[in-house]
């Protein structure tokens, strides 16, 4: 049985140390500051991510891109020519073209490795929804499971990773289109906090509106409350845009109701944070629906 290596794209939000406790790499999303483009790495940019969210408060332009084909061209062979397979598991189709990209990729590459495998899956998932997929898969490949076996698993639970997060303003999830106008119209008065999830299909949903942000916090814990695994939430992914005392006031709620003590609390990367907008919070854990 050859050996196979589980890849990503850095929508995923994953700490570096983590990653490389999974034995996972990451293809880079595009990050464009004052028409500098760079490429993000696993939740950060050079220049800090306060300093990152700094930047957004003051209203400096941030945009974001998919990589290239050429990028996963080059990191796919990389792993290619060690003579392994590859498992592509990437940002929801519904937020991004990333993953499609991707599979873009891997079909061309396929013509030129035909002895190897490389199989894709859209994760439906981001940020560190996409990570808690992944800490689940790298699970059943350390178990033993094929690269065909890993890949059917990732497909089957992909839509019991729960993603519920909140904002402080709709407005940069507007601009970079990942919702319409008439639901940022939600966050725009009375302090009103949104509180979003991704839907079956990968997209952003809005479901509740808030009072403030402590009712929002409350309000993801409710809810965690309603669908997650009991016997399966072994680990809770929490990440937040320079937000950290929020972060903590959800982790020590989800403690407190549910005895949960295992988090992995994190950063949102600049490539979600430019459309999150700073003070974002969020949310991940394994569920029986979404």
Known sequence: MSSYCIITDTACDMPASLAQKLGISAVPLKVIIGGKTMDSSLSKLDVGNTA??????HGVDIKTSSPSIDDFVRYFKRVLEQGKDILYIGF????????????????????????RKILTVDSLCGSMGQSLLLHYCVQKKREGLTLEEVRDHAEKIKC?????????DLKHLKKGGRISAAAAIAGSVMNIKPVLKVNDSGKLEVVYKARGKKFAIAKMVEQMGQNFYPDGND????????????????????????????????????SLGAHSGPGALALYYLGDKR
Do not use: M, Q
Request: hydrophobic residues 40%; aromatic residues 12%; contains cysteine.
């Open 52 to 57: 990152f969210y700094d930047l957004l408060r």
């Open 92 to 115: 929801s189709s519904g937020l991004s073209g990333t993953y499609n990209v991707g599979r873009i990729a891997a079909e061309e590459l396929s013509l030129d490795y035909p002895e």
């Open 160 to 168: 019991n990773i729960c993603h519920w997060f909140t904002v402080d």
């Open 235 to 270: 680990i809770v992914f929490i990440n937040h845009a320079d937000c950290p005392d929020d972060a903590d006031l959800l982790a020590r709620s989800i403690t407190k109701n549910y005895g949960i003590t295992d988090f992995v609390i994190s950063d949102i990367g600049p």
